[in-house]
């Protein structure tokens, strides 16, 4: 039957459904909102913290050399906590899973894993960020286990110039052929993260451009950040968004395009001519926190709610202390209704003597 409501706009007649979804209250397992409003959407699994790479950025070869010591195994979540996991999150809301590091690549049978995540219902897209120096071998297999899409970090076509930002020489040839097999696959689009650094790659931002272009490839700058403690970072070495934006459009005009999902990080930016689009990071001076739906959970387990974070909620301990999936979901939503975080926003003199977490312990 019907019910006739006086509302705002004018009078209503109103199914029963749609009247109890108005009168009554929410259902307690309603995707949790944190303290600015802001929902869990996305969920970003660090599957290593190891890496055969050493980025100036993240992991500069001084700091971790061969004797630093990396997580051993058993302290790292299996593939089987990380799905029980998985599943819970999706049930509070999650629809879109990423799997990083470390370099996701170097962990053993991964396939394996994005088999299991691929089976969780509710889960609209699985994702990888890699440093492509295993794409060739591992492609067909992520493909066929369900991986849809994969983002490769490119920082230059130089040798040279590549060659220092990844600290172990790796070089450009063959990252690009773990592009083109990646989109051979089809685990298209795919995307290229640059990580921009002044002085050191903002000449190679253009022939990416190019590259880009020319191969169907959504190149997405992002500046320098200074997550963790040892990458020795400094606001002079931020190559703002802007001036990015200017370097490409003087030889491309660039139109600004709306964001493709609410809670987008990149802004976008359309080739007038139709060569494709770029997005542009700008995580330092354009801060987008009040957009922030990800959670990210470390390869041993914790729950983290900001990249800038100094620890996180040890979801390993719970697990492998016996509870139930009703006690980690009431941990996990109870962690992101309380969360507030807005480093970015934030970022000053103060927030920089805080203690962050390394990013390739939880995924970038
Ligand atoms: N190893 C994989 C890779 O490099 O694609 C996945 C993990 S890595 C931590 C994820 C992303 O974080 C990469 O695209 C990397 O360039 C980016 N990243 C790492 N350190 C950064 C920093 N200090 N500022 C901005 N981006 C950074
Ligand atoms: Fe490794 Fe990725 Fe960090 Fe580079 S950015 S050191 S590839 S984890
Ligand atoms: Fe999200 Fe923290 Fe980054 Fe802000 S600083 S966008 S809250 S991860």
Redesign the pocket.
């Known amino acids: 039957m019907a019910r006739i409501v006086q509302a705002r706009g004018g009078v209503h007649a109103l199914d029963e459904a749609h009247w109890r979804a108005m009168t009554e209250e929410p259902a307690t397992n309603a995707p949790p909102q944190d303290r600015l409003g802001r929902r869990l959407h996305d969920l970003r699994i660090s599957v290593t913290d190891r ?1 055969n ?1 050493r ?1 100036t ?2 992991m500069p070869r001084e700091v971790y050399g061969r004797d630093y010591a990396f997580l051993p195994r058993a302290e790292i979540l299996t593939f089987e906590e990380i799905a029980r996991l998985a599943r819970i999150f999706v049930g509070l809301g999650v629809r879109k899973l990423r799997l ?5 690549l170097v962990r053993r049978d991964l396939p394996d894993l994005v088999a299991e995540l691929a089976r969780i219902d509710g889960v609209e897209d699985i994702a990888l ?3 492509a120096a295993l794409l060739r071998a591992q492609a067909p297999a992520l493909r066929q286990a369900g991986l849809r899409r994969v ?3 490119l ?1 230059s076509l130089d040798d040279a110039v590549f060659g220092v930002m990844n600290g172990v020489n790796f070089p450009v040839s063959r990252v690009l052929d773990g592009i083109a097999v990646a989109q051979e696959q089809g685990l298209r689009p795919v995307k290229v ?1 640059m ?1 921009v650094k002044r002085g050191v790659n903002e000449s190679s931002v253009l022939p990416m451009a190019v590259y880009a272009r020319e191969h169907g490839l959504t190149l997405r700058l ?7 403690q040892t ?1 020795g ?1 400094r606001l002079e070495d931020v190559v703002p968004a802007a001036d990015l934006v200017q370097t490409i459009a003087r030889e491309f005009p660039l139109e600004p395009i709306p964001p493709a999902y609410p809670g987008e990080v990149a802004s976008r930016w359309r080739y007038v001519d139709g060569g494709g689009e770029v997005g542009i990071i700008a ?1 330092v001076s354009q801060p987008f926190c009040g957009a922030c739906t990800r959670a990210r959970l470390s390869a041993k387990g914790e729950l983290f709610t900001c990249l800038f974070a100094a620890s996180g909620v040890d979801l390993r301990a719970l697990l492998r202390g016996g509870a139930t999936d009703e006690e980690l979901e009431a941990a996990i939503a109870g962690r992101w209704r309380e969360r507030g975080d807005r480093y970015s926003e934030l970022r000053s003199a103060e927030t920089r003597g805080l203690r962050r977490v390394e ?2 312990a939880i ?2």
Do not use: A, H, L, Q
């Open positions: 890496c790479f980025c950025y993240c990083t590091g470390g370099e996701p960020t890699t440093n983002t490769v970090s920082d993260n990580v992002i500046e320098f950040m200074d997550v963790g990458n970072w995580s990013m390739f995924g970038g």
